[in-house]
């Protein structure tokens, strides 16, 4: 059984930072990611990192958000600086195993003005 915990969420004052902890049981997992979901927007993947390393970003956490993983540790975190309000929203953990795909149960990221 797949199981995702995240750990690391927080309220911060704009230009601040928060780092995002996640550890990932069960399985193995090709890609880990942190994707966020804002009120009234779509969940969306805003970082992810495959076994050797290599990230993607979404254009607005792009200088700001860092992925990290430990494949050893199974474990897949997310450094996040120079936070404004816009970053406001529940992050969730992502793993990806060939056609399947799970997310974690979330953690809430407030920004404050």
């Known amino acids: 059984q797949v199981q995702l915990v995240e750990s690391g969420g927080g309220l911060v004052q704009a230009g601040g930072s928060l780092r995002l902890s996640c550890a990932a049981f069960g399985n193995t997992f090709s890609i880990l990611g942190w994707g966020r979901q804002a009120p009234g927007s779509q969940r969306e993947l805003v970082a992810s990192i495959d076994v050797a390393g290599n990230t993607k970003y979404v254009d607005s956490v792009k200088g700001r958000f860092t992925i990290s993983r430990v494949n050893a540790k199974n474990t897949v975190d997310l450094q996040m600086n120079s936070l404004n309000p816009e970053d406001t929203a529940v992050y969730y953990c992502?793993?990806?195993?060939?056609?399947?795909?799970?997310w974690g149960q979330g953690t809430q990221v407030t920004v404050s003005s």
């Open positions: 992502y793993a990806e195993r060939t056609v399947q795909n799970y």
